[in-house]
């Protein structure tokens, strides 16, 4: 068993501004980011895609003392693409202590930024991040 969309090609896809994902074939469900097996119907037959990159900002948080490889404050948001995945993400050109509760409903694009490697890593990463319309 492979994995269809291994870390390493979403990655080199964001990359090339492209959001790749997955489609089951069996539900029709779409997955992002990739996983090995269907969340829905644990199937395995699924499909590479590219997505759109866009969607709505369901929820947010603030996070004043962030991880290694960020600085803060650091505005994270969970949203939902225009396909249906749920992703995280870091929101960009904004003054994380501006945004209001009107971030909740406001439309986003995702970029990515890069993580470099520490001392806890595997090696070089990718966070998603959204810059809202």
Do not use: H
Request: some cysteine; charged content about 25%; glycine content about 12%.
């Amino acid at each position: 068993m492979e994995y269809k969309l291994t870390y390493n090609a979403y990655r080199d896809g964001l990359k090339e501004g492209k959001l790749l994902g997955l489609k089951c074939n069996q539900c029709r469900t779409f997955i992002c980011p990739p996983r090995k097996v269907c969340p829905e119907c644990q199937s395995e037959n699924m499909d590479i895609i590219e997505l759109s990159g866009k969607g709505e900002i369901l929820t947010f948080t603030v996070i004043y003392v962030p991880p290694k490889g960020f600085e803060g404050p650091l505005a994270v948001a969970t949203g939902k693409l225009d396909e249906g995945p749920w992703v995280v993400g870091n929101i960009e050109g904004v003054d994380p202590k501006s945004l209001t509760m009107d971030t909740i409903g406001r439309r986003f694009t995702v970029g990515y930024k890069e993580i470099p490697a520490d001392d806890i890593s595997g090696g070089e990463r990718v966070a998603l991040t959204f810059k809202l319309a």
